[in-house]
């Protein structure tokens, strides 16, 4: 009897395929019955696979949404959400919206998930280290769109206004998550009323009594580690 051949290491390539097929499986069932009401052993099963393989390519639901959270920034940075030469109210305006519109079809299962944005363990929160990447990135979007703006900033200003942004962009998410009103039509009335806001506020941080306002801000960031 012929000995049996080797079995051969699993590609690049084919590990790439396979993770993405786990984390499509996982979304589809998000999307259709809850992040609460979905296991791991449900996500293995519509993937294919045995439950200690997908535990190989993710070891919880957690790492599942982590992986989902970066594909949205993936999404987010492989197309331009905004014109460069468009107004500071119109570039807003388009990255906030783009964001919104990354999320639309995953607010059910997203509002599960900020139940607990509280908990000081909990690795898919905002502020938590394995997400430390996600802020960065997010801040950085937003910094490329006020970038001539910023130029004419003072310093602290210019270096507040990307984590400035980013936070409203928070807010605007949250909202978003929990709005029951046709087409979440408040929220993007809420985004056109908050830019329209932030813009004088961003002209006016370039008088002479704003610069000490705008240090003291980014000192209380800085020491409370969000900047």
């Known amino acids: 009897m012929p000995p049996k051949a080797a079995k051969k290491p699993e590609t690049a390539q084919k590990r790439d ?3 993405a097929q786990v984390l499509e499986a996982a979304l589809g ?11 791991m052993r449900d996500i293995a099963v519509e993937a294919g696979l045995s439950l ?12 599942l949404v982590l992986a989902y959270y970066h594909e949205v920034q993936r999404a987010y940075e492989a197309e331009p959400a ?13 990255v906030l919206n783009r964001r919104l519109d990354l999320l639309r079809r995953d607010r059910p299962f997203l509002g599960a998930l900020v139940r607990d944005v509280g908990s000081p363990d909990n690795p898919v929160m905002v ?3 394995e997400t430390a990447d996600l802020r960065q990135r997010s801040i950085a979007s937003f910094a490329a ?3 001539p703006e910023m130029a004419a900033l003072p310093d602290a200003a210019a270096r507040l206004l990307p984590t400035a942004l980013w936070a409203l962009h928070l807010v605007t998410l949250l909202y978003y998550i929990h709005d029951r009103s046709r087409g979440q039509a408040r929220t993007r009335q809420l985004v056109d009323d908050a830019v329209a806001l932030v813009v004088p506020a961003i002209m006016l941080a370039n008088t002479p009594l704003a610069g000490p ?6 000192q209380t960031l800085v020491r409370a580690g969000l900047m």
């Open 17 to 19: 395929r396979t993770r």
């Open 213 to 218: 306002l705008f240090a003291s801000v980014e």
């Open 29 to 39: 069932l998000f999307r259709k019955r809850g992040f609460d009401d979905t296991s």
């Open 145 to 147: 769109c006020v970038a």
């Open 127 to 129: 502020f938590a280290p």
């Open 82 to 94: 905004f014109d460069a030469t468009a107004s500071l109210e119109e570039r807003l305006r388009a």
């Open 52 to 63: 200690g393989a997908a535990y190989y390519y993710f070891p919880s639901k957690q790492s």
